[in-house]
């Protein structure tokens, strides 16, 4: 079984005291930033990649996937507790989940939050140990009309998920894109619209993207709402074992949700958000037990669903990143500069030419997992305590560490500056309803896109037809169209905008 | 002519400007064909789709009626200003300033002024609760991203150092 000795090989790496270790310090300070209020996971990973630079590669990544799930499960905690959701992928959560709080039912809601994930965790690892190997033999027969291909399917994928206008969704990507292709252009050696400045002839980093308009415009966006506004259960959270009636809802809900989100997450441009939405959606339509809550007023499933999914999802999107080198998400374009970083460059060659590093990571995803639910259950009330330290302390301390952290990637103010200026523009983007997550995800595919489609039709001697004419690069468009088409249906548009009006 | 949605009917003319100007800055590049393409090539073809894109929303904000027309409301100058100062502030003092001969002032007091700059942005602001906060991300920066992490960092002014 290669499965097994692969996963073995995996768990060997993993199981090291050190890389116990890292994990741990990943989950730790993952949750310990997710839990803040107003700070996604996107923005707690940028920040807290400084955290990683001086570690090996494999720890590094180890630690980097620890603090993405633990973003991910702080999350949800402030989701239930002060109905802010982090995060997209929580916003559904904070439906049934806050009003569970507000009876008095928040232990149980954190509880079902936790164990569902931690299920659906278990679950995703093993898909994507199962999926990664075949995936990435197909992988080694892309070209690059097929990676052009599969990179427009997955900008498409972003667009239909992005909350609110399909067209700024676009907008936004193709921004993206083109500020990813400032600095030297890699065929020519010509550095285009650098302004002569020595520092972008490098081009923008990502981290000073992901920070200034993920840590400050938020930042910024936040302070100019009233603080009134937020409301926090943290006295009555008491007794966190859901019933046995809790428990015979929430299994069904888990076990559904997670297949969706297993399935969703594999998907370029799916993952949690997606997951999420469509678990809580067929967790609406199916039938209400005799004497069960309706959704909306605090139903147990519609916490264990959506949260189960969301982490499913969140693990299978690391296949198409693993195997391809392409991210499917906002978040996995951010894990894609962290492992660029580390001088890893992710595509279907790391699973062959670094198996410890690749199958560790797998397992120490698993290990994450199992350690979130022993540090979020139990120390649960430390985590409330963070809730209730007031904002005006918390802010400065995150403006502080996101200058910090920007600096210390290239030892160079050049950065602070930047930050400074993509804090005004993601203040702007939040004020004209323009959502930003699609914006990084083009900003990494920028480059990848431009040089994929020069090579495939410089192989066609300038025939762009070449994209329909290979079977699997036809097949990816065609799917790409197909996601358009379906978005575009009437009835299909007007229930998308309904579930993204529940946020 | 009416704007139906505010939000949109900015986005459309940002978009649009952005576009025609990655457009233009693409044209002083070799442009090239499809089978030879020059470093102008992708950028042209994203600024003309994005500028395009820019006047469709555009339009459609003039035209298609919303709830409320979509306004964008107040902008909270203050924390935008106070915020980006902090860290413009920050990066000043970290760094130094050469143009002015401005002496690098190291991480510790830097950290002091972006805590005193950004607790502006707030609704109260508090002297000596400032005073604590900022002596408490003093000491746990010290310890997690010096001494921990070994980061290189200009901790103390550069005159005191040397």
């Known amino acids: 079984m290669d499965l097994i000795s692969n996963l073995s090989l995996g768990f060997g790496v993993a199981f090291t005291p050190i890389n116990l270790m890292y994990a741990f310090i990943g989950c730790l300070l993952g949750t310990l930033i997710g839990v803040l209020p107003g700070i996604g996971p996107l923005a707690t990973i940028a920040m807290l990649l400084p955290a990683t630079y001086a570690l090996p590669p494999v720890s590094a990544l180890i630690m980097l996937a620890g603090i993405y799930y633990g973003a991910q499960y702080g999350g949800s905690t402030t989701a239930i507790l002060v109905n802010l959701p982090g995060e997209s992928s929580s916003v559904v959560t904070v439906i049934d989940g806050y009003q569970m709080a507000r009876q008095g039912r928040a232990g149980p809601a954190l509880a079902a939050a936790g164990l569902g994930s931690f299920f659906a965790g278990c679950v995703g690892t093993l898909v994507l140990a199962a999926f990664a190997v075949p995936l990435t033999e197909v992988a080694f027969k892309f070209g690059p009309a097929e990676y052009f291909s599969l990179m427009v399917l997955g900008l498409v994928g972003a667009v239909v998920l992005a909350s609110g206008s399909l067209l700024k969704a676009v907008g936004m990507i193709l921004l993206g894109l083109l500020v990813g292709l400032v600095g030297t252009d890699v065929n020519s050696g010509v550095a285009r619209f650098s302004f002569d ?111 189960a999914a969301n982490n499913a999802g969140s693990q299978t999107s690391f296949i198409p990143l693993l195997t391809l080198g392409i991210p499917p998400n906002a978040v996995m374009a951010l894990m894609v500069g962290a492992m660029t970083i580390h001088n890893i460059q992710p595509g279907p060659q790391v699973m062959t030419s670094n198996p410890e590093l690749f199958w560790g990571l797998i397992a120490s995803m698993w290990i994450g997992n199992a350690m979130l639910v022993i540090l979020n259950l139990p120390l649960i009330g430390i985590w409330i305590k963070l809730l209730t330290v007031p904002y005006r302390w918390l802010f400065p301390a995150i403006v502080l560490f996101c200058a910090i952290g920007v600096y210390s990637t290239n030892n160079n103010t050049w950065d602070i500056w930047m930050v400074a200026i993509f804090g005004v523009i993601g203040y702007l983007f939040i004020k004209l309803g323009a959502e930003p997550a699609p914006l990084l995800l083009g900003f990494i595919l920028g480059p990848m896109m431009e040089e994929n489609l020069r090579r495939a039709l410089l192989l066609s001697r300038g025939d762009w037809s070449v994209f329909v004419t290979r079977g699997l690069s036809a097949s990816l468009l065609a799917v790409a169209a197909l996601l358009l088409v379906v978005v575009l249906l009437p009835s299909i548009k007007k229930k998308r905008e309904e579930a993204f009006v529940e946020d | ?86 860290n413009l502030v920050f990066g000043v003092l970290l760094g130094g300033l050469p143009s002015i001969k401005l002496p690098a002032m190291g991480l510790i007091v830097g950290i002091y002024a972006l805590t005193f700059i950004a607790a502006n942005a707030g609704e109260e602001f508090k002297f000596k609760e400032v005073l604590i906060l900022a002596t408490v991300l003093a000491i746990i920066s010290y310890l997690a991203f010096i001494v921990l992490l070994k980061l290189q960092f200009p901790v103390w002014p550069a005159f005191i150092t040397g």
Request: proline share 5%; glycine share 14%; net charge positive.
């Open chain 2, 1 to 86: 002519m009416n704007i139906k949605s505010q939000k949109d009917f900015f986005s459309g003319l940002m978009f649009m400007a952005v576009g025609i100007a990655f457009a233009w800055g693409a044209t002083t590049y070799k442009v090239g064909d499809g089978a030879r393409m020059g470093p102008g090539y992708f950028p042209l073809m994203l600024g003309v789709l994005l500028a395009i894109l820019g006047a469709v929303i555009t339009f459609k904000a003039m035209v298609v009626e919303t709830e409320g027309g979509d306004r964008i409301g107040a902008w909270a100058w203050k924390p935008l200003f106070f915020i980006i100062a902090a």
């Open chain 1, 197 to 307: 400045i020595p520092e972008l002839t490098d081009g923008i980093g990502f981290i000073v993207i992901a920070m200034g308009v993920f840590g400050y415009g938020e930042i910024i966006s936040n302070l100019g709402k009233h603080e009134s506004e937020r409301e926090v259960f943290t006295a009555n959270v008491t007794g966190l074992m859901p019933s046995k009636e809790d428990f015979k809802r929430m299994v069904p809900a888990v076990l559904r949700g997670t297949a969706l989100g297993a399935a969703l997450g594999i998907l370029p441009g799916g993952g949690a958000v997606m997951s999420a939405f469509a678990a809580y959606t067929i967790e609406k339509k199916t039938k209400l037990h005799p004497g069960e809550v309706p959704f909306g007023k605090g139903n147990i499933r519609g916490v264990a669903a959506p949260e």
